[in-house]
C-alpha cells in the first residue's frame, strides 16, 4: 500500500508551517497512521538486514503504539518480517513493579509485541522495576552505557504525556538527562489511575530514559492520536524550548517526526 510519505522534512522550510518548529504529518486516523509507522520501522530493519547489521530501536509502552506493534506482528506472520537483528530498549518502567505484574511494562511489552515474533531474548531490554534502592544508580547507569555500547539507538518510538513528557521525562527534566530514577506527575498519576484501579495504587517513581538519551537517536518518530493530546502538541510544536513541556527539546533534533491523527492536531495553528 501506499502511504504518506512521513520522511523527514525540516521545519519551518515552507510558509505553511511558519508557527511550527516540529515536522508533523497528520493522517485521518491513527491505525493508518501507525501502519505507516511500523512501515519505515520495517523498511529500516529489513535495509540493516541487507549489510548484516544490528538495528537499535527504542520502544515505548501506553496506547498510542500499539497499533504499530499489531502490523509489525501482521508483518512478521503475513510478510515473513523477521527481528533476528532487532536489539530493542525500552524507555521505561514503574518503580518498584515486578515483571509478572499486568500493569509492568515488561508484561505490556511481551504481552503486545514480544511474544509474537522472533526476537532474541537476550535483545530485549526493559528497564527493571525490581532493582534495589542501593544498586539504582549504578543500574542506570550501566542502562545508558548498555545503549551506547550496542551501537545507539537508529530510531526511538515515543509517545507524549499530558504533561509533555516523553518516556517519563516530566516537566522539569533536564536536556542533560540520562537513565534516571525520576517522580511521576500527578497529571501522569491521574491518567494511569485507571489501569491500576485507583490512583493511590499508581507507584510514583520509575525509571526513564533522559532526554539526552533520547536526543541520541538517529531517527526519532513521536505519535499523538487523540483529541486528550490538542493542547500538548501545539505547545511542543509551536512554544519555544522550555523544560516545562519536555517535548519541546525534540525542537533540537534534526530527525524528528510527529505522526497525528486529525484529532491530536487540531489546535495547530492554521
Ligand atoms: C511509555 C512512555 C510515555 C507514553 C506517554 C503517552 O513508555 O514513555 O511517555 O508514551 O505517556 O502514553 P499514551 O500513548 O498511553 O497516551
Redesign the pocket.
Known sequence: MKHKDISYKRAGKFEESRYEKIHNVVFDNSIIASIAVAEEISNLIKSKQKTNEKCIIG???????IAVYNELIRLHNEEKLSFHNVITF???EYLPMHKKDIQS?YYFMHEHLFNHIDILPENIHIPDGTVSNDGLYQYCVDYELKIRDTGGLDYQL?????TG?????EPGSEESSITREVTLNQI?LD?AAPSFGGVENVPTKAI?MGVASVLKAKCIYL????A??AQIVSDTITNDITDKVPATYLQKHTNTIFVLDNEASSLLPA
Open positions: 520502544l515505548a509502552t501506553g496506547s498510542s503504539p525500552n524507555l521505561d511494562y515515543l509517545g507524549i504525556g499530558r513528557h516523553i518516556g517519563f521525562n501522569t491518567d526513564t505519535m499523538a492520536y487523540g486528550g493530546k
